[in-house]
């Protein structure tokens, strides 16, 4: 083999060798290129997923905060319908109290009521033995029905006539007065107790209002302001 064909046999060993070496870069090449791309949609789906989630952080957030301002205008709300129901209902009590200071002023009903609210009190006290008491303005108008109402009370207990004590040293407040309207006050009615103290019947006009009103506030917040949702 002459000089001229070992130089073309190099020539082409050169050439068949950097063929391959480009071969071999372009696939290189074309790996990272695809690694590089892979790489970078991984790290931009991260990022899309983070901002995500700090945009559902800061959603929540915001939802908590407005769950949370309007619970506390609703309970705002409420606190205010309460208010107001508790308003009327003291008003209308305030004015039932005030009719309850015309009962006396009919004699004769007064009287029948009087006689009623004891013979209720010896129904429920049902004692041999009793202390009466009543305002200092009402304690004729008491000793003129005191037979009748333990005659009363006997005939439908069926038991003798109890013995029934006047206290003529305590007496229930009086009517309030427009210079005292904020002192102790009674409308009328009796308070009834066993000898010993140990029994107290309280049968005055403002403790049946008050019983009355216990009973009957639901009904009264009902019919002045409608029901409450819970």
């Known amino acids: 083999m002459n000089d001229a064909d070992v130089s073309k046999q190099i020539q082409q060993m050169v050439q068949f060798i950097r ?3 480009e071969e071999k870069a372009n696939e290189i090449s074309v790996s990272a290129e695809e690694e590089f791309n892979i790489e970078k949609l991984q790290l931009v789906e991260a990022e899309k997923k983070k901002v995500r989630q700090e945009y559902e952080r800061k959603t929540k957030q915001v ?7 309007y619970s506390m205008q609703l309970n705002a709300s409420r606190i205010k319908l309460l208010q107001a129901q508790d ?14 200071l015309r009962v006396s002023d009919d004699k004769n009903a007064y009287k ?13 006290l049902k004692e041999p033995a009793i202390l009466l ?3 200092e303005m009402d304690t004729a108008l008491v000793k003129s029905i005191l037979e009748d109402a333990k005659k009363e009370y006997a005939e439908k207990a069926k038991v003798k006539a109890p013995s029934i004590t006047i206290d003529n040293h305590v007496h229930l407040p009086p009517s309030p007065s427009g210079t005292d309207s904020h ?5 009328g009615g ?3 107790a066993s000898k010993d103290g140990k029994i107290v019947c309280e049968n005055t006009l403002n403790a049946r209002l008050d019983v009355v009103f216990r009973q009957k506030l639901p009904e009264i917040r009902e019919l002045l302001c409608g029901k409450v949702n819970a």
Do not use: W, Y
């Not at 209902?89 to 039932?96: E, Q, S």
């Not at 002192?183 to 409308?187: D, Q």
């Open 19 to 21: 063929q391959e070496a």
């Open 63 to 69: 939802e908590v905060r407005k769950k949370i301002e």
């Open 87 to 100: 308003d009327a209902v003291n008003a209308m009590k305030d004015a039932a109290s005030k009719e309850l």
């Open 112 to 124: 029948a009521l009087l006689k009623g609210l004891i013979v209720q009190s010896l129904l429920r």
């Open 133 to 135: 008491r009543c305002r």
């Open 183 to 187: 002192g102790p006050s009674c409308s």
């Open 190 to 192: 009796v308070v009834l």
